[in-house]
């Protein structure tokens, strides 16, 4: 097993025992890794680096090591007068001193510290558990709230710029694939929902370009998944899947955060009517959020954050969208259509989003 021998090649003691797969994310392949000395055991994440998706894995590995070392060096500094103990995965180097190992295929590896004893869960599982989602965001915001973006390389350029991937789903439709799916009632309905809010998506873009919003260091993927809850403590203890960090908006993550812990009935459920953005949930999260990280938006910041949680919803479903009529070349599916599914729903949270949007204004009021 390719996997076995790749975990071998990183700078962890003792022999290797296990090598299993785990996770449920949608890009890269990942394994819980664990070796043994005569004395201790140590568990580690192994991950083959998706370069279809990240196609320079050096410059995300140097981002990642950049954000580590800056968060840790404040973690230490402030963990006398913390209310918890805080977290975040290091890089485990190779054997030869680099940040990731190169297979005999040329594919790529990484090694990250297993934050131990703690879970993540793929769905939100109370208002108490939102909280401690938007306080572990927060607390990642305020620790790199102080380092500057142009340090880091755009390891996904175009990410989060809704109207790219408009680009793209029009490329899909003009192809074979992308008219043979498009044949469907329901793949119709998904591509009328999109057009009819077509002009409206560049909205963050545009309060960029206007010099309203500006870029800072974002983590890029802080879904629910995302966050680690202490076992122990229930308390949020760390933030994981850093191949995302990069300069953006902070609009992106936190939209993103609230699109995900704020549909209690996932994004893979099959009852369509049951997806709703919960602003009691959107609450609580945002209450965790402000008790560290409320000082550092701007007026403007928070002017934008309703487009925000609502684009980024949008955002995700028109992704799925594209990806289903390209033929499913970018996302890990399990059966055929996933795609499709995944942008319904993803829609279907926009539009919930979009009747609730007094009250969710008026929550972001609070930061």
């Known amino acids: 097993m390719k996997a076995a021998f790749m975990a071998q090649r990183f700078q962890v003691d003792g022999r290797l025992v296990t090598v299993e797969a785990t996770g449920s994310g949608n890009v890269n392949d990942t394994y819980l890794v664990t070796f043994r000395t005569i004395f201790s055991e140590e568990r580690f994440i192994l991950q083959r680096i998706n370069t279809r998706v990240f196609t320079q894995p050096d410059k995300v590995m140097n981002?990642?090591?950049?954000v580590t070392a800056h968060v840790h060096a404040h973690l230490e500094a402030e963990q006398d007068d913390a209310d918890r103990i805080w977290q975040l995965p290091r890089v485990i180097p190779a054997k030869d001193g680099k940040?990731?190992?190169?297979?005999?295929d040329g594919e790529c590896w990484r090694a990250i510290s297993l934050i131990a004893s703690a879970h993540s869960y793929e769905q939100v599982q109370s208002p108490e558990h939102a909280h401690e989602i938007g306080a572990v965001l927060g607390q990642f915001h305020r620790l790199i709230s102080d380092m500057p973006c142009d340090v880091l390389h755009d390891t996904l350029p175009g990410f989060h710029i809704t109207p790219t991937y408009l680009e793209k789903l029009d490329a899909a439709l003009a192809t074979a694939c992308g008219k043979a799916r498009l044949n469907s009632g329901v793949a119709q309905n998904c591509l009328k929902f999109i057009e009819e809010r077509r002009e409206w998506c560049s909205v963050l873009e545009k309060a960029k370009e206007r010099g309203e919003l500006h870029l800072r260091t974002i983590h890029g993927d802080p879904k629910t998944a995302n966050v680690m809850i202490d076992d122990m403590t229930g308390k949020g203890t760390s933030i994981i899947d850093l191949d995302t960090v990069k300069p953006g908006l902070v609009h992106y993550d936190i939209g993103d955060c609230l699109r995900s812990c704020c549909n209690p009935a996932g994004e893979e459920?099959?009852?369509?009517?049951?997806?709703?953005?919960?602003?009691?949930?959107?609450?609580?999260?945002?209450?965790?959020y402000k008790t560290h990280a409320r000082n550092f938006l701007t007026d403007a910041d928070r002017h934008y954050l309703y487009d925000a949680t609502r684009l980024i919803a949008f955002e995700l479903g028109l992704r799925f969208f594209a990806d289903y009529l390209a033929g499913d070349v970018y996302f890990k599916t399990r059966h055929e259509g996933q795609n499709l599914h995944r942008a319904?729903?993803?829609?279907?949270?926009?539009?919930?989003?979009e009747m609730r949007e007094k009250t969710i204004r008026e929550l972001f009021n609070m930061l």
């Open 99 to 104: 940040d990731y190992a190169v297979d005999s």
């Open 344 to 353: 319904r729903a993803q829609l279907q949270l926009t539009k919930s989003i």
């Open 63 to 66: 981002n990642m090591r950049l």
């Open 269 to 288: 459920t099959k009852d369509f009517a049951s997806i709703i953005f919960d602003t009691d949930l959107c609450e609580a999260l945002l209450k965790g």
